[in-house]
């Protein structure tokens, strides 16, 4: 069974930064399309940051020059960096795999969470003004 484990949550204030990672077994990161989603209290889930098979790297636009995602591919790890942190970044955050293909930020609005079968429990980040 696939199971996505993320880490790294905590409560920051605003301007603090934060490292998540993401762990799982019985699946290779490396190859398909990963991605980090957050999903604000009331809100919709939505991608944040995503890394395909060949490195290639997508931020949304809220996030983009704040954000760095990275593959450990020894480890098998997913992190994500998160710098200048703002109370709108408040979230849950969940990572996700998927087979490749259609892994760029705009490709995954479009498509939405349906492709998307493996999913971790999330890790809470809350940032105060």
């Known amino acids: 069974e696939v199971q996505l484990v993320e880490s790294g949550g905590d409560s920051v204030q605003a301007g603090g930064s934060l490292n998540l990672s993401c762990t799982t077994s019985a699946y290779t990161f490396s190859g398909n399309c990963v991605a980090w989603f957050r999903q604000a209290s009331g809100e919709e889930r939505e991608p944040v940051a995503s890394?395909?098979?060949?490195?290639?790297?997508s931020f949304a636009n809220s996030v983009r020059g704040r954000v760095g995602v990275f593959l450990d591919a020894a480890k098998n790890t997913l992190n994500l960096l998160m710098t200048n942190l703002q109370p709108n970044d408040t979230a849950m955050y969940y990572c996700a795999a998927k087979a490749p293909g259609r892994c760029a930020i705009a490709s995954i609005r479009r498509w939405g969470l349906t492709p998307w079968p493996y999913w971790g429990q999330g890790t809470q980040v809350t940032v105060s003004p």
């Open positions: 890394i395909d098979g060949n490195d290639y790297q």
